[in-house]
């Protein structure tokens, strides 16, 4: 059976792991979400309402790649979990360059798909370490 060799993409979306390594072809499913945490300020003044404020701790969550499976890509993303590898990850899109360190944290291949029959496809979860950086 032949592997489809062309590159599905989100609006040209890109993921390169670890030190610029572009794991291709991919599509990415969902990007980091960041998020400020909170503190509760609620206090006998607050006139019965719950009253919060940002506590300065920017959160990264984790994120979605779909990857048409090509031969040694599960041996290699599992040998980097493997090996507990944190590194350098690069996530592209047409308008920003997201550059942080993180680490594989799942890897699962799907089951056949009707409207892709020649293609084997892999879901991966990648957790960012720490403040992702914008350019």
């Known amino acids: 059976m032949a592997l489809t060799t062309g590159t599905a993409s989100n609006y040209g979306g890109s993921f390169s792991f ?6 291709l072809p991919c599509m990415v499913l ?8 909170e503190r509760d300020i ?5 006139g019965g309402a719950s009253e919060r404020m940002p506590n300065g701790l920017l959160s990264s969550g984790d ?5 048409l499976a090509t031969p040694g890509v599960a041996k290699t993303i599992l040998a980097s979990m493997n090996a ?5 990850a690069v996530l ?13 944290k799942s890897v699962k291949e799907e089951s056949a798909d009707a409207t892709s029959p020649d293609s084997v496809k892999m879901t991966v979860v990648f957790t960012p370490t720490g403040q992702i950086v914008i350019a």
Do not use: C, Q, R
């Not at 670890?18 to 794991?23: D, F, L, M, Q």
């Not at 609620?42 to 607050?46: E, F």
């Not at 592209?92 to 594989?104: K, S, V």
């Open 42 to 46: 609620t206090n006998h003044g607050s």
């Open 18 to 23: 670890p030190s610029g390594t572009p794991i």
């Open 92 to 104: 592209t899109n047409p308008i920003d360059t997201m550059t942080f360190a993180g680490w594989y």
């Open 63 to 67: 994120f979605t790649l779909s990857l």
């Open 30 to 37: 969902d990007y980091p979400e960041l998020s400020m945490g």
């Open 84 to 88: 507990k590898t944190v590194a350098t």
